[in-house]
């Protein structure tokens, strides 16, 4: 009873003098009835734990050696099977330049299919094979978190490239638009996703014309 008497006292003689007081001599008085009744509970002090995160570094080879197998879309000789490879010397974090051969069987077009007509080409006239050379420029590296606790690095790639294409007895030069997503599952271990547009100019249908042949295709690469 007695100390509330006590503060209630001070506080009046406090508010008696506040008129008489500089604003600053106010802020120091508020300052030190701060500190000297402000009680600190350390229990009630949030610790943080602190841990140290090492990221996975991958290997600095600059060799990449892949195989992919994937569907390739002959213009006017269906969708068909596509197996290939690559070589690949990453010349920075940026670009690189890759070697690729691919390999497929073109089906029978809708004229030779609805017509009672002799094939078009032979079976070995139907085998599409391609050589070239590709320059490929690193975008969007990023993450794929699989869980809380597993997590792994993934690029984004852009590809232009030229070459050579061998189909029908024929061989056309060929331009090649490619994207390319690669996810890391180790540092030396890539599993790819692309998608490819191989251009080239064949007159097997009766006219010359550009020919767009798509090309999807998934498989895993070697880095050494």
Do not use: C
């Not at 060799?63 to 010397?89: C, H, M, P």
């Not at 189909?167 to 056309?172: E, I, K, L, R, V």
């Amino acid at each position: 009873m007695e100390s509330r008497f006590q503060h209630i006292f001070l506080v009046v003689l406090w508010l008696t003098a506040l008129p008489l007081m500089t604003p600053s001599a106010i802020a120091k008085s508020i300052s030190e009835a701060v500190d000297e009744n402000t009680i600190v509970d350390q229990s009630a002090i949030t610790k943080i734990e602190r841990r140290e995160v090492l990221e996975d570094l991958l290997d600095s080879e600059n060799f990449e050696i892949g195989v992919q197998l994937g569907v390739l879309a002959i213009e006017d000789f269906e969708s068909n099977l596509w197996i290939s490879g690559q070589l690949t010397y990453h010349i920075n974090e940026y670009f690189y330049a890759k070697a690729l051969y691919g390999n497929a069987k073109a089906g029978e077009t809708s004229f030779e299919r609805l017509s009672n007509v002799p094939p078009l080409l032979t079976n070995k006239q139907r085998k599409l094979e391609y050589y070239g050379l590709n320059i490929g420029y690193n975008l969007l590296p990023g993450e794929v978190f699989i869980s809380k606790t597993l997590a792994f690095n993934s690029l984004f790639s852009i590809e232009l490239g030229g070459g050579s294409t061998d189909f029908a007895g024929d061989s056309q030069f060929t331009v090649n638009l490619s994207a390319n997503y690669r996810l890391f599952l180790t540092d030396w271990l890539t599993w790819d996703i692309a998608m490819t547009d191989y251009i080239f100019d064949t007159s097997i249908t009766g006219e010359r014309k550009t020919t767009h042949n798509l090309n999807f295709t998934t498989g895993v690469a070697f880095y050494f």
